[in-house]
């Protein structure tokens, strides 16, 4: 058995190299690679590493290490070689480099993590073009802020106590930067993939406006329909969407935090936004398909991370407060009030608190008011900047999800 499974292993290599080769083969016949490797030397780079891990085990472990170096070596001659030739790039290289690794991961019956190493360096070669070409359009505001992002992340999370200060220990630092840190991943997402497909039309900008911020999507559609009135529709449908996609941004939120309340409230997210596709659904039906996009701002701006964390401390510090003195009543009052400026937060709060200090049935109640109320203020902002048929569309559609979310907290 124990030499089937060293052959499984072996042949594990092979086939990890050549889904590397074979994506290597293929860009190189596009001319998006030179002739350093192919579909039949990248199987060879992970079976060399699988068989010197194999002699290093068995025999030596300099093995191992002399097979490394022989490889390296190997590359920086075809490197320099192929350099001459007036060739350009070390992706081929590298790749390969990290293929000999792969073999040796095959080897040791990592197979879980030599799978997927092999699908992301994969996908990454396949990207070239698209990569490139987001690059290109890369702005210097967005790298700025993409650096901020990574400071936020990996920088200062680190280094933050986890533990809580305070009256009720209230205030925990780790804790409300890891919630900057969440959403802004999120917002990320969302942002990325809004430069990365461009003009898809206004429905489509709508959905993928909604991951970085509805209600920037409300505010930018509302003030296009009066410039544009004739669009109204479509331009309504975009916020439908987007405030649709919301519900979905919640759910996710809660189910990386608190898988107990996700259970609680995946019921009545999933009737609101089921009922926000059918509407929409019916309404698509009946616009006139546009290619029109918005402008988002960066989302890893400080000073809307720093905001963010101020809104989810003060939350987090009522909802306790308001638990302690004033019972579910409060924890509602203060759901709904907070959802008023930020949906997100509130659910965050919610979901540290729920099954703790705060039960279950409390915290699923108090997010759904939150972001009925959220949905209230996009209603808000459609009337006050909206053309006159668009905010009647917003407005009417809105009331009906706020009556059929104060109807699910009634029932659940």
């Given at each position: ?17 050549a889904l ?14 030179h ?21 290093g ?6 093995i ?10 190997l ?6 070689v ?22 040796v991961l ?24 698209m990569?490139?070409q987001?690059?290109?359009?890369l702005k ?15 920088v ?12 009720y220990?209230?205030?925990?630092p780790f ?5 900057v ?5 999120i917002s ?6 809004m430069?990365?497909?461009?003009e ?12 970085a911020?509805?209600?920037a ?16 529709k ?24 608190n898988?107990?309340?996700?259970a609680?409230l995946?019921?009545?997210m ?6 926000t596709?059918s ?10 398909p546009?290619?029109?996009s ?6 890893f ?6 905001k ?12 306790t ?12 009052l203060?759901?709904?009030l907070?959802?008023l ?7 965050l ?25 959220n ?6 902002i459609?009337y006050?900047?909206g ?16 009556a ?9």
């Amino acid at each position: 058995m124990a030499e089937f499974a060293l052959i499984g292993n072996f042949l594990l290599a092979l086939a990890l190299g050549a889904l590397i080769g074979l994506e290597r083969e293929y860009a190189r016949y596009k001319k998006h690679a030179h002739d350093y490797a192919g579909i039949r030397t990248f199987p060879l780079i992970a079976l060399f590493g699988a068989l010197s891990a194999f002699f290093g085990e068995i025999l030596n472990p300099w093995i191992l290490v002399m097979g490394i170096f022989l490889m390296g070596t190997l590359i920086i001659i075809s490197y320099f070689v192929l350099s001459m030739k007036k060739y350009h790039g070390a992706t081929s290289e590298v790749a390969g480099f990290l293929t000999f690794f792969l073999g040796v991961l095959a080897y040791f019956g990592e197979i879980q993590l030599a799978v997927l190493l092999t699908v992301i360096i994969t996908i990454i070669l396949y990207s070239r073009t698209m990569l490139h070409q987001f690059a290109r359009h890369l702005k210097k505001e967005e790298m700025k802020s993409t650096l901020v992002f990574a400071v936020i992340a990996f920088v200062i999370l680190p280094f933050l106590p986890n533990k809580g200060y305070g009256p009720y220990e209230l205030f925990n630092p780790f804790l409300t930067w890891l919630m900057v840190v969440l959403i802004s991943g999120i917002s990320f997402v969302g942002y990325i993939l809004m430069k990365w497909f461009g003009e898809k039309g206004i429905e489509f900008t709508g959905i993928l406006g909604g991951l970085a911020s509805s209600t920037a999507v409300t505010l930018s559609f509302a003030e296009h329909s009066k410039q544009q009135e004739h669009l109204y529709k479509v331009l309504a449908l975009g916020v439908i969407l987007a405030n649709g996609v919301m519900f979905g941004r919640v759910l996710l939120e809660v189910l990386l935090v608190n898988r107990a309340l996700f259970a609680q409230l995946l019921l009545p997210m999933l009737v609101l936004a089921a009922v926000t596709g059918s509407f929409s659904y019916f309404v698509w039906k009946r616009a006139k398909p546009v290619s029109e996009s918005i402008e988002l701002k960066s989302p890893f701006a400080l000073k809307p991370a720093l905001k963010f964390a101020g809104v989810f401390a003060l939350a987090l510090a009522f909802l306790t407060l308001a638990n302690v003195y004033l019972s579910s009543e409060g924890v509602y009052l203060v759901s709904f009030l907070s959802g008023l400026a930020d949906a997100d937060a509130i659910a965050l709060s919610l979901s540290q608190l729920a099954g703790t200090s705060i039960s279950l049935d409390t915290a699923r109640d108090g997010i759904i008011l939150g972001v009925l109320a959220n949905t209230i203020t996009k209603g808000g902002i459609a009337y006050l900047f909206g053309e006159k048929r668009f905010r009647r569309m917003i407005i009417g559609f809105f009331a009906l999800l706020v009556a059929l979310g104060g109807a699910l907290i009634f029932i659940l």
